[in-house]
T-cell receptor, first 112, second 114 residues
Framework: EAQVTQNPRYLITVTGKKLTVTCSQN?????MSWYRQDPGLGLRQIYY???????DKGDVPEGYKVSRKEKRNFPLILESPSPNQTSLYFC???????????FGSGTRLTVV | DAKTTQPPSMDCAEGRAANLPCNHSTISGNEYVYWYRQIHSQGPQYIIH???NNETNEMASLIITEDRKSSTLILPHATLRDTAVYYCIVRADYSGGGADGLTFGKGTHLIIQP
């Protein structure tokens, strides 16, 4: 089944403890992206990647890092999480930027 | 990217066609109209997109007015599972570097009534 898989689905962590949210797609998509969703603010893009080793900042990149060492994986790294990064995170992928995106099921992160 | 205006909520009876309007009066010639939906806290689901011609797929039809200033998403036979927030997004088909994300507004909360 064609899908975007995020792990974990739920995560509670403490301030400052580094964490990684994984994202993997099995559709050979070149374009991948991370979003966060917060009440009243909608979905906002964090980072995106046009292809392997090509990444760029979205609207809210502060406090996040990404890497794209291989086409299928696009992990989101929080080096020192803070409570304002408590949010619902979505990974998405697509053949290219103009096509419809396939989103993952989401990762609900709580930083205390 | 141009802004869009959608009604905050709509009701539709199960089995009837759901027609969701979107106004995008400032749309540019190279901007596409995309529709996504999100069922409570699940990942958004792509529905359809188009430039100026009407489009149809297995999920829905997209009708874009001739002046491209508005569009309508049509779900031909709505079911209870179509209850979701529907987002109309206008976006240019190019990447100029920098932020290029989809701009999800507040959307329309479509409620399908049994």
């Amino acid at each position: 089944e064609a899908q975007v898989t995020q792990n974990p689905r739920y995560l509670i962590t403490v301030t400052g403890k580094k964490l990684t949210v994984t994202c993997s797609q099995n559709m050979n998509h070149e374009y991948m992206s991370w979003y966060r969703q917060d009440p009243g603010l909608g979905l906002r893009q964090i980072y995106y990647s046009m292809n392997v080793e090509v990444t760029d900042k979205g609207d809210v990149p502060e406090g996040y890092k990404v890497s794209r060492k291989e086409k299928r994986n696009f992990p989101l790294i929080l080096e020192s999480p803070s409570p304002n990064q408590t949010s619902l995170y979505f990974c998405a992928s697509s053949w290219d930027r103009a096509e419809g995106y396939t989103f993952g099921s989401g990762t609900r992160l709580t930083v205390v | 990217d141009a802004k869009t205006t959608q009604p905050p909520s709509m009701d539709c009876a199960e089995g009837r066609a759901a027609n969701l309007p979107c106004n995008h009066s400032t749309i540019s010639g190279n901007e596409y109209v995309y529709w996504y939906r999100q069922i409570h806290s699940q990942g958004p689901q792509y529905i359809i997109h188009g430039l100026k011609n009407n489009e149809t797929n297995e999920m829905a039809s997209l009708i874009i007015t001739e002046d491209r200033k508005s569009s309508t998403l049509i779900l031909p036979h709505a079911t209870l599972r179509d209850t979701a927030v529907y987002y109309c997004i206008v976006r240019a088909d190019y990447s100029g570097g920098g932020a290029d994300g989809l701009t999800f507004g507040k959307g329309t909360h479509l409620i399908i009534q049994p």
